[in-house]
């Protein structure tokens, strides 16, 4: 009698026949399709970086002299507040506000009031991208480097008004400045970059008086007062 062979002795599977899913289950997956994608869109509208909103290439930024800057090198700006100016140094006056890289950063400048006793030819303050630690140690050199008969102090590191501050002196002699070919004397300078909200962002005050010999020189501790009361001036964004 012939012995029976099984399916399963002969090579033969059985398979379950795989389903799909059901309309039940495709719903379950699209809502959760639905609300993974509405909680991308709600955090995208809501989320909220600090940057100032762009209306026909120009910031809407409010306040008293507002300090911008723009962290983007190239491309479409992304502009950032550090804070304002509402108020002026005592014997000055607000002068011209030109632009750094664009119309959204200005730098503003404030000159001798007419009937005042200010020391200094004028000062600036302004929003800059870079880190206020850094700075002298980057624009040191180059300092010294572009300007004749350049002296230089050593870079101070310090707080004033409770703010990280970094400055350092500059005299250079104004004979042959190809802006000025005329002009003679030197240029007594500091320029100072105080810490702002940001941490790749700084606030930059710069002073600068005309003298027409060394020793006619303001001492380091007189632009130090001065510097602390520009700073005083300025309303930090935090």
């Given at each position: 009698?012939?012995?029976?062979?099984?399916?399963?002795?002969?090579?033969?599977?059985?398979?379950?026949?795989?389903?799909?899913?059901?309309?039940?289950?495709?719903?379950?997956?699209?809502?959760?399709?639905?609300?993974?994608?509405?909680?991308?869109?709600?955090?995208?509208?809501?989320?909220?970086?600090?940057?100032?909103?762009?209306?026909?290439?120009?910031?809407?930024?409010?306040?008293?002299?507002?300090?911008?800057?723009?962290?983007?090198?190239?491309?479409?700006?992304?502009?950032?507040?550090?804070?304002?100016?509402?108020?002026?140094?005592?014997?000055?006056?607000?002068?011209?506000?030109?632009?750094?890289?664009?119309?959204?950063?200005?730098?503003?400048?404030?000159?001798?009031?007419?009937?005042?006793?200010?020391?200094?030819?004028?000062?600036?303050?302004?929003?800059?991208l870079g880190k206020w630690k850094e700075m002298p140690e980057t624009t040191y050199p180059l300092i010294r480097d572009y300007f004749d008969d350049c002296e230089t102090g050593e870079p101070v590191y310090t707080q004033i008004?409770?703010?990280?501050?970094?400055?350092?002196?500059?005299?250079?002699?104004?004979?042959?400045?190809?802006?000025?070919?005329?002009?003679?004397?030197?240029?007594?300078?500091?320029?100072?970059?105080?810490?702002?909200?940001?941490?790749?962002?700084?606030?930059?005050?710069?002073?600068?008086?005309?003298?027409?010999?060394?020793?006619?020189?303001?001492?380091?501790?007189?632009?130090?007062?001065?510097?602390?009361?520009?700073?005083?001036?300025?309303?930090?964004?935090?």
């Amino acid at each position: 009698m012939a012995k029976k062979t099984s399916a399963k002795s002969k090579g033969y599977r059985k398979y379950k026949e795989k389903k799909g899913l059901s309309p039940a289950q495709w719903k379950k997956v699209w809502i959760g399709v639905a609300v993974v994608l509405a909680i991308i869109v709600l955090v995208a509208v809501l989320y909220d970086d600090g940057s100032l909103e762009v209306k026909d290439g120009s910031v809407v930024v409010s306040g008293v002299d507002p300090l911008v800057v723009n962290v983007k090198e190239t491309g479409a700006g992304k502009y950032y507040k550090l804070g304002e100016v509402p108020g002026i140094v005592e014997g000055y006056v607000a002068g011209d506000t030109t632009v750094i890289k664009d119309r959204n950063e200005p730098l503003y400048f404030f000159n001798p009031a007419p009937d005042g006793d200010a020391v200094l030819d004028n000062y600036s303050v302004s929003g800059r991208l870079g880190k206020w630690k850094e700075m002298p140690e980057t624009t040191y050199p180059l300092i010294r480097d572009y300007f004749d008969d350049c002296e230089t102090g050593e870079p101070v590191y310090t707080q004033i008004g409770g703010r990280d501050v970094s400055y350092y002196t500059y005299t250079y002699a104004l004979t042959g400045i190809a802006e000025d070919p005329d002009r003679t004397g030197y240029s007594q300078n500091m320029a100072a970059y105080i810490a702002s909200c940001r941490d790749d962002c700084y606030v930059m005050v710069s002073m600068s008086k005309h003298i027409e010999t060394k020793e006619e020189a303001l001492d380091d501790a007189v632009l130090a007062n001065l510097l602390e009361k520009v700073i005083a001036t300025i309303t930090f964004e935090e």
